[in-house]
Protein backbone atom coordinates (compact mmCIF):
# COMPACT_ATOMS: atom_id res chain seq x y z
CA UNK A 1 0.00 0.00 0.00
CA UNK A 2 2.80 2.24 1.00
CA UNK A 3 4.62 1.28 -2.36
CA UNK A 4 1.41 2.14 -4.17
CA UNK A 5 0.71 5.33 -2.47
CA UNK A 6 4.44 6.48 -3.56
CA UNK A 7 4.46 5.27 -6.97
CA UNK A 8 0.73 7.30 -7.28
CA UNK A 9 2.53 10.63 -5.83
CA UNK A 10 5.87 10.26 -8.01
CA UNK A 11 3.86 10.26 -11.27
CA UNK A 12 1.85 12.85 -9.86
CA UNK A 13 4.29 15.11 -9.80
CA UNK A 14 5.91 14.25 -12.76
CA UNK A 15 2.85 15.79 -14.76
CA UNK A 16 1.80 18.72 -12.39
CA UNK A 17 3.54 20.89 -15.23
CA UNK A 18 1.83 19.59 -18.15
CA UNK A 19 -1.25 19.50 -16.19
CA UNK A 20 -0.80 22.94 -14.89
CA UNK A 21 0.39 24.10 -18.97
CA UNK A 22 -3.31 23.02 -20.13
CA UNK A 23 -5.38 24.07 -17.17
CA UNK A 24 -4.30 27.35 -17.62
CA UNK A 25 -4.92 27.19 -21.48
CA UNK A 26 -8.07 25.89 -20.68
CA UNK A 27 -8.80 28.48 -17.55
CA UNK A 28 -10.10 30.87 -20.54
CA UNK A 29 -12.90 28.33 -21.53
CA UNK A 30 -14.26 28.27 -17.70
CA UNK A 31 -14.23 32.05 -17.68
CA UNK A 32 -16.35 32.21 -20.74
CA UNK A 33 -18.87 29.76 -18.73
CA UNK A 34 -18.38 31.86 -15.63
CA UNK A 35 -19.75 34.96 -17.90
CA UNK A 36 -22.87 34.18 -18.62
CA UNK A 37 -23.77 32.03 -16.15
CA UNK A 38 -22.41 34.35 -12.71
CA UNK A 39 -23.25 37.34 -14.49
CA UNK A 40 -25.82 37.78 -16.50
CA UNK A 41 -27.75 34.93 -15.23
CA UNK A 42 -27.56 33.58 -19.28
CA UNK A 43 -27.34 29.48 -19.17
CA UNK A 44 -25.67 29.01 -21.99
CA UNK A 45 -24.08 25.77 -23.93
CA UNK A 46 -21.94 28.04 -26.99
CA UNK A 47 -18.97 27.71 -25.33
CA UNK A 48 -18.96 23.54 -26.44
CA UNK A 49 -19.17 25.34 -30.06
CA UNK A 50 -17.24 28.25 -29.86
CA UNK A 51 -14.26 26.52 -28.54
CA UNK A 52 -13.47 24.24 -31.10
CA UNK A 53 -14.50 26.75 -33.48
CA UNK A 54 -11.71 29.01 -32.01
CA UNK A 55 -9.45 26.44 -32.70
CA UNK A 56 -10.71 24.91 -36.39
CA UNK A 57 -10.44 28.90 -37.83
CA UNK A 58 -6.80 29.62 -36.32
CA UNK A 59 -5.49 26.31 -37.20
CA UNK A 60 -6.59 27.23 -41.37
CA UNK A 61 -5.05 30.65 -40.39
CA UNK A 62 -2.13 29.49 -39.02
CA UNK A 63 -1.81 26.72 -42.61
CA UNK A 64 -2.24 30.09 -44.77
CA UNK A 65 0.71 31.65 -43.35
CA UNK A 66 -1.46 34.19 -40.83
CA UNK A 67 1.29 34.60 -37.79
CA UNK A 68 0.76 33.09 -34.45
CA UNK A 69 -1.02 36.08 -32.28
CA UNK A 70 -3.48 37.19 -35.54
CA UNK A 71 -4.36 33.51 -35.47
CA UNK A 72 -5.15 33.54 -31.77
CA UNK A 73 -7.36 36.37 -32.78
CA UNK A 74 -9.32 35.60 -35.54
CA UNK A 75 -10.24 32.13 -33.55
CA UNK A 76 -11.47 34.57 -30.68
CA UNK A 77 -13.67 36.88 -33.15
CA UNK A 78 -14.94 33.67 -33.93
CA UNK A 79 -16.21 32.83 -31.01
CA UNK A 80 -17.35 36.60 -30.38
CA UNK A 81 -19.87 35.80 -33.30
CA UNK A 82 -20.56 32.76 -31.61
CA UNK A 83 -21.78 33.60 -28.59
CA UNK A 84 -22.99 37.15 -30.41
CA UNK A 85 -25.56 34.53 -32.61
CA UNK A 86 -26.78 33.08 -29.39
CA UNK A 87 -27.72 35.83 -27.35
CA UNK A 88 -29.29 37.59 -30.44
CA UNK A 89 -31.60 34.27 -31.16
CA UNK A 90 -32.64 34.10 -27.88
CA UNK A 91 -33.55 37.78 -27.53
CA UNK A 92 -35.07 38.25 -31.28
CA UNK A 93 -36.76 34.92 -31.38
CA UNK A 94 -37.57 34.34 -27.43
CA UNK A 95 -36.04 31.06 -27.74
CA UNK A 96 -35.04 29.87 -24.11
CA UNK A 97 -30.61 30.52 -23.29
CA UNK A 98 -30.18 27.27 -23.36
CA UNK A 99 -32.32 25.70 -26.52
CA UNK A 100 -30.36 29.07 -28.24
CA UNK A 101 -26.65 27.84 -27.31
CA UNK A 102 -27.59 24.10 -28.47
CA UNK A 103 -28.92 25.43 -31.73
CA UNK A 104 -25.93 27.20 -32.34
CA UNK A 105 -23.79 24.30 -31.22
CA UNK A 106 -25.17 22.20 -33.07
CA UNK A 107 -24.43 24.10 -36.52
CA UNK A 108 -21.13 25.37 -35.59
CA UNK A 109 -20.03 21.40 -36.02
CA UNK A 110 -21.19 21.82 -39.64
CA UNK A 111 -19.66 25.10 -39.80
CA UNK A 112 -16.14 23.61 -37.83
CA UNK A 113 -15.89 20.83 -40.54
CA UNK A 114 -16.51 23.31 -43.81
CA UNK A 115 -13.74 25.04 -42.37
CA UNK A 116 -11.01 22.72 -41.59
CA UNK A 117 -12.35 20.37 -45.06
CA UNK A 118 -11.98 17.59 -42.75
CA UNK A 119 -12.16 16.06 -38.83
CA UNK A 120 -8.83 17.52 -37.65
CA UNK A 121 -5.92 19.11 -39.23
CA UNK A 122 -2.17 19.15 -38.02
CA UNK A 123 -0.68 22.77 -37.75
CA UNK A 124 3.24 21.42 -36.38
CA UNK A 125 4.67 22.97 -39.22
CA UNK A 126 3.21 26.10 -38.77
CA UNK A 127 5.02 29.28 -36.55
CA UNK A 128 3.42 28.99 -32.70
CA UNK A 129 3.20 31.48 -29.71
CA UNK A 130 5.16 28.82 -27.92
CA UNK A 131 7.81 28.14 -30.27
CA UNK A 132 10.26 30.72 -28.44
CA UNK A 133 11.10 28.81 -25.61
CA UNK A 134 14.83 27.56 -26.83
CA UNK A 135 15.51 31.25 -27.16
CA UNK A 136 14.56 32.07 -23.64
CA UNK A 137 16.20 28.73 -22.12
CA UNK A 138 13.41 26.92 -20.98
CA UNK A 139 11.68 23.67 -21.70
CA UNK A 140 8.39 23.50 -24.02
CA UNK A 141 6.36 23.15 -21.09
CA UNK A 142 7.68 25.87 -18.58
CA UNK A 143 7.51 28.51 -21.38
CA UNK A 144 3.76 27.47 -21.91
CA UNK A 145 2.96 28.01 -18.67
CA UNK A 146 5.08 31.35 -18.20
CA UNK A 147 2.92 32.47 -21.62
CA UNK A 148 -0.65 31.09 -20.65
CA UNK A 149 -0.19 32.69 -16.72
CA UNK A 150 1.33 36.06 -18.07
CA UNK A 151 -2.31 35.97 -20.48
CA UNK A 152 -4.20 35.06 -17.57
CA UNK A 153 -2.91 37.49 -15.09
CA UNK A 154 -3.36 40.44 -18.34
CA UNK A 155 -6.68 39.31 -18.64
CA UNK A 156 -7.53 39.05 -14.73
CA UNK A 157 -6.75 42.71 -14.36
CA UNK A 158 -8.15 44.08 -17.06
CA UNK A 159 -11.84 42.55 -16.32
CA UNK A 160 -11.23 43.28 -12.71
CA UNK A 161 -10.45 47.28 -13.64
CA UNK A 162 -13.50 46.70 -16.36
CA UNK A 163 -16.32 45.71 -14.01
CA UNK A 164 -15.49 48.65 -11.37
CA UNK A 165 -15.87 51.13 -14.25
CA UNK A 166 -19.36 52.90 -14.54
CA UNK A 167 -19.74 50.39 -17.48
CA UNK A 168 -18.95 47.29 -15.99
CA UNK A 169 -21.32 48.27 -13.10
CA UNK A 170 -24.04 49.02 -16.03
CA UNK A 171 -22.80 45.09 -17.27
CA UNK A 172 -23.46 43.62 -14.05
CA UNK A 173 -26.40 45.66 -13.34
CA UNK A 174 -28.60 43.81 -16.31
CA UNK A 175 -27.08 40.31 -14.87
CA UNK A 176 -28.74 41.28 -11.43
CA UNK A 177 -31.91 43.07 -12.66
CA UNK A 178 -32.65 43.66 -16.30
CA UNK A 179 -36.09 45.57 -15.27
CA UNK A 180 -34.33 48.01 -13.40
CA UNK A 181 -31.24 48.25 -15.72
CA UNK A 182 -33.67 49.30 -18.71
CA UNK A 183 -35.54 51.57 -16.48
CA UNK A 184 -32.02 53.53 -15.87
CA UNK A 185 -31.92 53.69 -20.04
CA UNK A 186 -29.07 50.59 -20.07
CA UNK A 187 -29.30 48.76 -23.41
CA UNK A 188 -30.48 45.34 -22.00
CA UNK A 189 -29.69 43.75 -25.57
CA UNK A 190 -26.67 45.90 -25.73
CA UNK A 191 -25.07 43.91 -22.76
CA UNK A 192 -26.41 40.97 -23.17
CA UNK A 193 -25.38 40.49 -26.66
CA UNK A 194 -21.91 42.06 -25.80
CA UNK A 195 -21.54 40.09 -22.34
CA UNK A 196 -22.49 36.69 -24.61
CA UNK A 197 -20.02 37.41 -27.15
CA UNK A 198 -17.26 38.10 -25.20
CA UNK A 199 -17.54 34.97 -22.77
CA UNK A 200 -17.83 32.89 -26.89
CA UNK A 201 -14.48 35.01 -27.61
CA UNK A 202 -12.62 33.45 -24.57
CA UNK A 203 -13.96 29.86 -25.44
CA UNK A 204 -12.24 30.81 -29.18
CA UNK A 205 -9.20 32.03 -27.61
CA UNK A 206 -8.80 28.99 -25.86
CA UNK A 207 -8.95 27.02 -28.51
CA UNK A 208 -6.84 29.02 -30.50
CA UNK A 209 -4.24 28.80 -27.83
CA UNK A 210 -4.80 24.41 -27.36
CA UNK A 211 -4.38 24.29 -31.11
CA UNK A 212 -0.85 25.45 -30.80
CA UNK A 213 -0.05 24.06 -27.66
CA UNK A 214 -1.21 20.67 -28.98
CA UNK A 215 0.05 21.08 -32.72
CA UNK A 216 -3.50 20.06 -34.39
CA UNK A 217 -7.02 20.97 -34.42
CA UNK A 218 -10.31 18.79 -33.75
CA UNK A 219 -13.81 19.11 -34.77
CA UNK A 220 -14.75 16.92 -31.52
CA UNK A 221 -11.70 19.14 -29.12
CA UNK A 222 -14.79 20.90 -27.56
CA UNK A 223 -16.60 17.75 -26.94
CA UNK A 224 -17.60 17.60 -22.85
CA UNK A 225 -16.04 21.15 -22.18
CA UNK A 226 -18.82 22.74 -20.94
CA UNK A 227 -19.27 20.09 -18.06
CA UNK A 228 -15.54 20.19 -17.11
CA UNK A 229 -15.83 24.26 -17.58
CA UNK A 230 -18.75 24.16 -15.13
CA UNK A 231 -17.69 21.44 -12.56
CA UNK A 232 -13.58 23.98 -12.90
CA UNK A 233 -15.75 26.90 -11.98
CA UNK A 234 -18.08 25.31 -9.09
CA UNK A 235 -14.50 23.97 -7.58
CA UNK A 236 -13.19 27.32 -8.11
CA UNK A 237 -15.96 29.41 -6.33
CA UNK A 238 -15.54 26.79 -3.38
CA UNK A 239 -12.01 27.59 -2.88
CA UNK A 240 -11.80 31.45 -3.72
CA UNK A 241 -15.77 32.30 -3.13
CA UNK A 242 -17.27 34.93 -5.64
CA UNK A 243 -18.50 37.88 -2.81
CA UNK A 244 -16.47 40.28 -4.99
CA UNK A 245 -15.61 40.57 -8.58
CA UNK A 246 -11.57 39.88 -8.19
CA UNK A 247 -12.99 36.73 -6.75
CA UNK A 248 -15.40 36.46 -8.88
CA UNK A 249 -12.90 36.66 -11.86
CA UNK A 250 -10.31 34.73 -10.49
CA UNK A 251 -12.22 31.18 -9.48
CA UNK A 252 -11.95 30.45 -13.27
CA UNK A 253 -8.50 30.07 -13.15
CA UNK A 254 -8.41 28.78 -9.72
CA UNK A 255 -10.91 25.92 -10.42
CA UNK A 256 -9.00 25.00 -13.97
CA UNK A 257 -5.93 24.40 -12.37
CA UNK A 258 -7.58 22.81 -9.01
CA UNK A 259 -9.73 20.55 -11.40
CA UNK A 260 -7.69 19.30 -13.93
CA UNK A 261 -5.10 18.52 -11.12
CA UNK A 262 -7.84 16.54 -9.48
CA UNK A 263 -7.94 14.51 -13.03
CA UNK A 264 -4.46 14.10 -13.04
CA UNK A 265 -4.10 12.78 -10.01
CA UNK A 266 -6.99 10.14 -10.67
CA UNK A 267 -5.10 9.52 -13.79
CA UNK A 268 -1.75 8.94 -11.51
CA UNK A 269 -3.60 6.50 -9.22
CA UNK A 270 -4.35 4.10 -12.07
CA UNK A 271 -8.07 5.07 -11.98
CA UNK A 272 -10.11 3.86 -15.27
CA UNK A 273 -10.85 6.77 -17.75
CA UNK A 274 -14.70 5.84 -17.38
CA UNK A 275 -14.41 6.43 -13.14
CA UNK A 276 -13.27 10.05 -13.87
CA UNK A 277 -16.58 11.67 -13.89
CA UNK A 278 -17.58 9.83 -11.14
CA UNK A 279 -14.34 11.36 -8.75
CA UNK A 280 -15.14 14.72 -10.42
CA UNK A 281 -18.73 14.59 -9.70
CA UNK A 282 -18.05 13.54 -6.03
CA UNK A 283 -15.02 15.91 -5.75
CA UNK A 284 -17.93 18.73 -6.63
CA UNK A 285 -20.44 17.58 -4.40
CA UNK A 286 -18.37 17.63 -1.57
CA UNK A 287 -17.37 21.49 -2.04
CA UNK A 288 -20.72 22.36 -2.51
CA UNK A 289 -21.62 20.71 0.52
CA UNK A 290 -18.96 21.97 2.89
CA UNK A 291 -20.32 25.11 3.63
CA UNK A 292 -23.54 23.34 4.73
CA UNK A 293 -22.11 21.40 7.16
CA UNK A 294 -21.66 22.70 10.26
CA UNK A 295 -21.58 20.43 13.42
CA UNK A 296 -22.34 21.93 16.54
CA UNK A 297 -24.29 25.25 18.06
CA UNK A 298 -25.24 26.98 14.75
CA UNK A 299 -26.81 24.34 12.22
CA UNK A 300 -30.26 23.47 14.56
CA UNK A 301 -31.36 27.33 14.92
CA UNK A 302 -31.36 27.51 10.98
CA UNK A 303 -33.02 24.48 10.83
CA UNK A 304 -35.64 25.56 13.34
CA UNK A 305 -35.95 29.12 11.46
CA UNK A 306 -36.83 27.04 8.52
CA UNK A 307 -39.98 25.34 9.42
CA UNK A 308 -41.22 28.61 11.27
Avoid at 112 to 139: C, H, P
Avoid at 155 to 178: C, D, H, M, Q
Avoid at 292 to 303: E, S
Wanted: include cysteine; proline fraction near 5%; aromatic fraction near 8%.
Amino acid sequence: MIDYIANTFSTFLQIVPATLAQSLVLSFVVLGVMIPFRMLQFPDLTSEGAYPLGGCVSAVALNVGVPPIPAILVGAGAGFLAGCSTALIHLRFKIHTLLSGIIVTTMLYSINLAVLGKSNQSVANANSIFEAADAVGLSDTQFKICVTACLAIVVTLALVWYLKTEKGIAFRSVGANPDMAEAQGISVWFATVGGIGVAGAFSGFSGALMTQSQGFSDVNMGLGILINGLAALIIGEAIVGRSSVPRQILAPFVGAIAYYLLVSLCLSANMPPPNLKLATGLFVLIMLALPTLKFGRGAAPAREEVRE
